[in-house]
């Protein structure tokens, strides 16, 4: 049974950091696509971070230069680190895994973590 349990988000200050993580079982972070979606109310999924086969990386350009996606194959974890948080990044983050690197950077899939809601203050 595949699970991802992601790390509880919280209320971070503009332009503060925060880290999350996704602890996987059932499947491996190292020959897996990763990825970090976020979702606000009223708005589609979208794909924030995703890395891939020899780490290669994929990025929002909202989040470029800000965020950065990493994992620990010991740990079989993945990460998302985000710096210089702003207003617009509040949404609930979701940690996805998938084979097929396709269904991740749609966001399709069967692999999800539950959730983890990230609020920005100004």
């Known amino acids: 049974q595949v699970q991802l349990v992601e790390s509880v988000g919280g209320l971070v200050q503009a332009g503060g950091s925060l880290r999350l993580s996704c602890a996987a079982s059932?499947?491996?972070?190292?020959?897996?696509?990763m990825g970090w979606h976020r979702q606000s109310p009223g708005q589609e999924r979208e794909l924030v971070a995703a890395?891939?086969?020899?780490?290669?990386?994929r990025y929002a350009d909202s989040v470029k230069g800000r965020f950065t996606i990493s994992r620990d194959n010991a740990k079989n974890t993945a990460y998302l680190q985000m710096t210089s948080l702003k207003p617009e990044d509040p949404a609930v983050y979701y940690c996805?895994?998938?084979?097929?690197?396709?269904?991740?950077?749609?966001?399709?899939?069967?692999?999800w973590g539950q959730g983890t809601q990230v609020t920005v203050s100004s």
């Open positions: 996805q895994a998938d084979r097929t690197p396709i269904r991740v950077l749609v966001a399709t899939g069967d692999y």
């Open positions: 059932g499947i491996s972070v190292s020959i897996n696509a």
């Open positions: 890395i891939f086969n020899r780490n290669l990386t």
